[in-house]
């Protein structure tokens, strides 16, 4: 990613649940979101009526939240969604989640299909930041984070 003219670039670390490489525009959400009855897999739209993400895609976004919200069967939903190409191009989340890595793993397996999912600090990102997502020299997650000044 180059900076263009009136951009700043934050670089910080992070680390894979998942290792691979994202970039897309940020949708971040304070709270955390399921994907088990939270998102309709056949087109990446946000149905959870009590998010307040309600009706936006997600659909080659990079996620960022604090964590995901079992149900255990999001791992299947995000697997699904991934095998569709209606899912993130990569989640960034403030706490590790075993469920969404389940997923990115089986659609990685399964489908050949790479979503990275990082851990890291996800305080100043703001919703349509860009963001790059890849390794740094020690295999490291490093998240570029391109925001308007």
Known sequence: MTPEAGTAVVERLGTFQLAGEADGLALVFSQPL???GGIDAETGEIIDHSHPGLGQSV???ILVMPSGRGS???SSVL???IRRGT???GILLERPD???AVGAI???FLYDIHMPLVVCDISGIVSSDRIAIGADEDGGAMIRVRAKS
Do not use: H, K, M, N
């Open 34 to 36: 399921s994907f088990w």
């Open 59 to 61: 659909t080659g976004r």
């Open 72 to 74: 255990s069967s999001s």
């Open 79 to 81: 697997a699904e969604a």
């Open 87 to 89: 899912a993130p191009a």
């Open 98 to 100: 075993p469920i969404l």
């Open 106 to 108: 089986v659609a990685e």
